[in-house]
């Protein structure tokens, strides 16, 4: 059965740092275009970044971009998110979801997506 699995969520204080980890079972994850996501209260899921079969990075939220990078561990059949500089603004539930295209990300996140994880809680307060 094809299952995607997050972890590492936490409560974190502003300027701290977390490295959340997506790890499939069932299928191998090198062949696939991995997407992180993420839902804050009341507000709809966006797109973060997406990394491809080959290591190509597509970022779905520009003003993210800096703070967030998405990465590979074949070896572990997991997909990384690490996160720094972490704002208030960022607590929301992150989600992880294989990409409909196969190897390659999809340009626009809308609807392109399957097998979604269960979602890991990232809190950041003081």
């Known amino acids: 059965q094809l299952q995607l699995v997050e972890s590492g969520g936490g409560l974190v204080q502003p300027g701290g740092s977390l490295r959340l980890s997506c790890t499939a079972s069932?299928?191998?994850?090198?062949?696939?275009?991995i997407g992180w996501f993420r839902q804050a209260p009341g507000k709809e899921r966006e797109g973060v970044q997406c990394?491809?079969?080959?290591?190509?990075?597509?970022n779905y939220a520009d003003y993210l971009k800096g703070r967030f990078t998405i990465s590979r561990d074949n070896a572990k059949n997991t997909i990384h998110l690490q996160i720094n500089s972490l704002k208030p603004e960022d607590t929301a539930v992150y989600y992880c979801?294989?990409?409909?295209?196969?190897?390659?990300?999809?340009?626009?996140?809308?609807?392109?997506?399957?097998?979604w994880g269960q979602g890991t809680q990232v809190t950041v307060s003081s």
């Open positions: 990394i491809s079969m080959v290591d190509v990075v597509t």
């Open positions: 979801a294989v990409g409909t295209l196969g190897p390659i990300c999809p340009p626009s996140p809308a609807g392109r997506y399957t097998d």
């Open positions: 069932g299928f191998a994850l090198d062949s696939y275009a």
